[in-house]
């Protein structure tokens, strides 16, 4: 069932959620700021976060890619992270968690997504990292490219419980090849597998960075339910198209195809 808020408030018609976590509706994604959302939803609300958020000012200012043999500098189309950003958002994260929250980030604000060791509530677990098959090489040759991805495993102070046994931390998937969806999109196979190794079926999801819609595209692919928040228009609209076709069996081509029929 396709639902989505009016972008760029923090309003949003709580029966949305509500129809997911009851199970009237297999998705929603609201529009608007997440930081006043996550601060006005009920406690442990979600089974499991899984959520790649934006990555620091490094990253961000750091950026390069070549185009027709000309290295420039790359535009992520939205704003980085500060270590306050994280600070505010991350306690709210975790209070509307049940289990495990998976946070992908780089090295600066890693350790930042992390709960104190005397937190009483979550826990850090571990640092798992994402292998980048033919990832893009080091553009200025003067260091080693940085074929690897961080994401920080948290979990509630309670029976841990996945479904990889004694699998190891590392994941290696290629990554998306000129992505037409979102400028960090990750690929779809790195999400299945996340989502079926830290969720069980019918458990609800949540991504406050929910871009272009891949954890709920994995979610519902896998029998998951998804509750996602986007603040921009352009990547809201982009998830809530896949996320359509998903539920309807078929690809984005074929959903668009079938639209301009209509018209």
Known sequence: MVSASDAGSSQYDTEEINGVIHGDRQWCLIGGDNAPILSSLPEQIFDCTITDPPYSDRTHGRSVRKRDGVVHKFDFGFDCLSVANVELIRSKLWRATKRWC?????DILATHWRPDPDDRTFEYV???????????????GDRPSCFVEKFT??????????NGNGRHNVFPCAIVSESKNHPT????ALMLELVGLFTN?????????AGSGTTGVACLR???????IERDDKFRAI?????SAEVDGVSVDMARAKQEKLF
């Open 102 to 106: 998976v946070v992908f980030s780089d």
């Open 222 to 228: 896998l029998g998951r339910k998804f509750v996602g």
């Open 201 to 209: 079926p019918g458990e609800v999801v949540f991504d406050p960075f």
């Open 239 to 243: 998830a809530v198209e896949r996320m």
């Open 153 to 162: 495993l948290t979990h509630r102070r309670i029976k841990k419980q996945w």
């Open 126 to 140: 571990r640092e798992c990292y994402w292998i980048k098959d033919r990832g893009q090489p080091q553009l200025s």
């Open 185 to 188: 999109e990750k690929p779809i």
